[in-house]
């Protein structure tokens, strides 16, 4: 069973506003990975980090920054909140012996208004 | 450039088995074929991989064919509730899944 946490599932705020998205997992995963995914498309990788202290952009440039101060833990920000910006995110992880097999938090569903 | 191919969508009735199937002709020798599902808007959960062998688990099976371009995923008795869209992936699993392409997958309807 996956323990892998997300929140708030979902959020609605204005233009402007400053926002983090909260992922936690509790399998000692030194992976972890957002994806951005707007309703009904693909699945897009926009940060990745390989354990603490280590962040990198993915796939899809992102105007959003990401932070992995401990193990368990990998929030992702936005600095000022845009209606571009209004998507699904779903956080994942990973072990380092099996990259292949991610275990995906159930999403934080964005809306900027 | 897409690793995988896969039909945009499929209907299988309640009862039967659904058989989803995936292009990977340019796989590498040590690459995977990994099996996703992603049920409406919820995050993508994994089924199923192999190498080349033939592997089953309680979700499904996965068949690869010999020269290992192409595989098909079973689920036995397909229910309602697997309706779902279905994510067939090659990556290393030693790779970092900052490779892992989900692509658009089949999109599974199981109708009652």
């Known amino acids: 069973e996956a323990d892998i946490y997300q929140t708030p599932r979902y959020l609605v705020i204005g233009t402007g506003k400053k926002i983090t998205l909260e992922c936690s997992q509790t399998?000692?995963?030194?992976?972890m990975y957002w994806y951005q995914q707007d309703p009904g498309m693909e699945l897009h990788l926009i940060h990745y980090s390989y354990g603490v202290n280590s962040t990198e952009k993915g796939d899809l440039s992102s105007e959003s920054t990401v932070s992995r101060i401990r193990t368990e833990h990998f929030p992702l920000t936005l600095e000022s909140a845009r209606p571009s910006h209004t998507s699904q995110y779903l956080c994942?992880?990973?072990?380092?012996?099996?990259?292949?097999?991610?275990?995906f938090g159930e999403g934080s569903r964005l809306t900027v208004l | 450039d897409a690793k995988t191919t896969q039909p945009p969508s499929m209907d299988c009735a309640e009862g039967r088995a659904a058989n989803l199937p995936c292009n990977h002709s340019t796989i590498s020798g040590n690459e995977y074929v990994y099996w996703y599902r992603q049920i409406h808007s919820q995050g993508p959960q994994y089924i199923i991989h192999g190498l080349k062998n033939n592997e089953t688990n309680e979700m499904a099976s996965l068949i690869i064919t010999e020269d290992r371009k192409s595989s098909t995923l079973i689920l036995p008795h397909a229910t309602l509730r697997d309706t779902a869209v279905y994510y067939c992936?090659?990556?290393?699993?030693?790779?970092?899944?900052?490779?892992?392409?989900f692509g658009k997958g089949t999109k599974l309807t199981v109708n009652p």
């Open positions: 992936i090659v990556t290393l699993p030693q790779g970092g899944s900052e490779k892992l392409v």
């Open positions: 399998m000692g995963h030194d992976k």
């Open positions: 994942a992880s990973s072990a380092s012996w099996n990259t292949g097999e991610l275990f």
